[in-house]
Structures are given as C-alpha cells and as structure tokens.
C-alpha cells in the first residue's frame, strides 16, 4: 500500500477516527434528528386530521345553518298565512257587523218614521174633527157636542181609511 501512497498506521487511525466519530454522531446527533423529524411529521398529521375534523364540523354546522333558515323561512311563511287570514276573518267580521247595524239603524228609522207619521195623522185628525166642529156648529148656529161630534167624525175617518185600504 506503501506504492499507492497510503500509511497503514495513519489509514488505521483515520479509520477508528471515523468509526468513533460515526458512532458518537449516530448516538448523539443522529438518533435525535431522527427523533425530531418524527414528533415534527406526527405533529403534522395531527394538525391535518383536526383540520379535516374542522372542516367536517364547519360543513355540518354549514347544514345545520341551512336548515335552520329553512325552518325559519317556513315558520315565517306560516306566521304570514295565518296573519292574512286573521285580517280576512277581521275584514269580515267587521263587514257582517257593519251590515248587522245598518240594518238596525233602518229598521229604528223605519219604525221613527211610522210613529211620527201616526203621531201627525192623529194630530190631523184632532184638528180636522175641531175646524169641523166649528164649521157644523156655525153652519147649524148651535153649538154641538164635542165629545160625541168627534167619536162620529173618528168612526166616519176610520171607515173611508177602511175603504181606502181595500
């Protein structure tokens, strides 16, 4: 080996050298890079599976939300239709009262109406049966009696109302 330049005392003691140094670096340097590297990927991993966990748990809150506004949505479309027809059945209801008291009021007007009426028939009839009277009395000269005077002029009123009617 003396021929290729190479010292076999000076190569054996580069190579224990480098035997010694290897196996410290594997020990010391080594193993502990490696052990760094592994706890770095698992730490990786996990942080990847919680990201996945997250994103299932944001999409099913993402569904649930969804759902939950299409509830509301159809809650509020029946709060709508029962609103409506609520004001339908209001609308109504103050219609049929509004009718009910209008034909009330006909009615107490129709019957006012007919009392006065009565009222100024018989008012007529009193001053017709007195004019009468005094016009009989002046035209006889003589003063008859009122009272049965105006039962006669009443029954004779009574009988033309009765031949009018028919």
């Not at 009565?118 to 016009?135: G, P, Q, S």
């Amino acid at each position: 080996m003396g021929e290729l330049g190479i010292n076999l005392p000076s190569f054996i003691a580069q190579l224990v050298n480098f035997g010694i140094l290897f196996l410290l670096l594997s020990v010391l340097a080594y193993k502990p890079i490696l052990k760094m590297m592994d706890e770095r990927s698992r730490r990786i991993k996990e942080s990847l599976e919680q990201a996945e966990v997250m994103k299932a748990q944001a999409e099913k809150a993402q569904e649930e939300f969804k759902r939950q506004i299409a509830e509301a949505s159809k809650q509020g479309q029946l709060v709508i239709e029962r609103a409506a027809k609520t004001g339908d059945e209001i609308r109504e209801k103050a219609k049929v009262e509004a009718q009910a008291e209008a034909e009330a009021l006909l009615q107490r007007a129709k019957a006012d109406i007919r009392r006065e009426r009565d009222e100024v028939i018989d008012e007529l009839r009193k001053e017709f049966a007195d004019l009468t009277i005094l016009a009989a009395g002046k035209v006889i000269g003589k003063s008859l009696d009122k009272t049965a005077h105006r039962e006669m002029i009443n029954q004779v009123l009574e009988e033309s109302a009765g031949l009018r009617k028919n």
